[in-house]
């Protein structure tokens, strides 16, 4: 059975579309991100402040956000975690909707979600991640970047830094906010 999150929190997640991905080598990935200047000094167990070139690596839409990088113990502030688990965990965002089967489009009983194995309509076998969510709320994955506080409308992570994950990992990588 997949493993299931429930996010609590509003943050950006930059993760690779290979939910099986894990970098060999995390501190020299790690250390290519400090260089970039996306990853600040390391704040305390996996988080990290931003960098000095995170502004130009997140695009902020719309006016001059407000936003809060100085480290508080309330963990409201923007600040970057970096995360690995053993296995691909499924992580879903309240806003993610109810899923719908990716072959006949049927509505899934979203409380039910956690037993889906079968389209009721169609009689599909599938798993969470092989459903249809609404766009960008929901992420599959071992390994990503959460951005804590950034909100869906408030930011996107440029092409470049994208590229830049992508040329690190040889593994395309997707945004989603939970």
């Given at each position: ?6 996010t ?5 997640v ?13 501190d020299?990935f790690l ?12 704040w305390?167990?996996d ?9 130009q ?8 956000p ?8 309330d963990l ?9 688990t ?5 992580r ?7 899923p ?6 049927v509505?899934l009983i979203?409380n039910?979600?956690?037993?889906l194995?079968?389209c009721p309509?169609c009689h599909?076998?599938?798993?969470l ?19 804590w ?19 690190l ?6 945004t989603a906010?939970?």
């Amino acid at each position: 059975m997949t493993q299931i999150e429930t996010t609590a929190g509003e943050r950006m997640v930059l993760y690779p579309v290979d939910p099986y991905y894990v970098p060999e080598a995390r501190d020299t990935f790690l250390q290519a991100l400090i260089q970039r200047g996306l990853l600040g000094a390391h704040w305390r167990d996996d988080r990290y402040l931003v960098g000095q070139r995170f502004m130009q690596e997140i695009v902020f839409i719309g006016c001059a956000p407000f936003l809060r990088v100085d480290p508080q113990d309330d963990l409201q502030f923007c600040h970057l975690q970096v995360f690995a688990t053993e296995e691909a965990i499924f992580r879903r965002s309240p806003q993610a909707g109810a899923p719908r089967c990716p072959q006949c489009r049927v509505a899934l009983i979203s409380n039910a979600v956690a037993d889906l194995e079968m389209c009721p309509q169609c009689h599909r076998k599938m798993a969470l991640q092989d459903c249809a969510w609404r766009a960008g709320r929901t992420v599959w994955s071992r390994f990503g970047i959460n951005i804590w506080t950034l909100q869906k409308g408030d930011a996107q992570a440029t092409d470049s830094l994208l590229d830049f994950l992508q040329r690190l990992s040889d593994v395309k990588w997707k945004t989603a906010f939970l």
